[in-house]
């Protein structure tokens, strides 16, 4: 169980740096991959919603402090998404790939709407412009972060650690 908790640190740390780094480096515009809301998912659906629920919380609140925007968004839209995500146990429902696809296309709505609905509030710029930012770059940066989605599923897929040794 200790490993567990140090493997998904690990790959949450990863993930964050990646984000504040790499995520700049491929983007299309403004148009970039969320790799924090990708391991959110796997780990929501791996574990449940009370611990995709509490590392949606933390994962949020240290994007929080690291990025200069409203204290709170990120802790609120990550918690929120790592509760939709740990609905759907995998442990209790089973779900295809094509299932898994538009789950995370869902979750990224959920985390952008959330994320852009209290900036909007704080920022008062109507709701005009949460429609056109969930449209112009939300789904391109869905469609974006699904494809390594799709790439780190295969990755997982074929380096699928071994069972122990009898």
């Known amino acids: 169980m200790v490993r567990t908790a140090l493997v998904w640190v690990l790959i949450f740390v990863v993930c964050l740096a990646c984000q504040s780094t790499l995520a700049y480096t491929i983007a299309f515009g403004r148009i970039r991959p969320d790799f924090v809301v990708l391991a959110l998912f796997t780990f929501g ?7 995709g629920i509490f590392v949606g919380f933390l994962v949020g609140l240290t994007q929080d402090l690291y990025a200069p925007s409203i204290l709170g968004q990120y802790a609120l839209a990550k918690t929120l998404t790592g509760f939709f995500s740990g609905i759907f146990n995998e442990k209790i429902i089973r779900t295809d790939p094509p299932v898994k696809a538009i789950l995370l296309c ?3 709505l959920i985390h952008d709407g959330v994320f852009l609905f209290s900036h ?3 920022e008062s710029g109507g709701p005009g412009s949460i429609f ?3 449209l112009f770059v939300s789904l391109p940066r869905t469609a974006y972060s699904l494809a390594f989605a799709g790439l780190f599923s295969l990755l997982f897929f074929l380096v699928k650690p071994t069972s ?3």
């Open 132 to 134: 056109s930012e969930l």
């Open 164 to 166: 122990s040794l009898k």
């Open 45 to 51: 659906m791996r574990h449940g919603v009370s611990p």
């Open 120 to 122: 909007t509030i704080i």
């Open 106 to 108: 869902v979750s990224f």
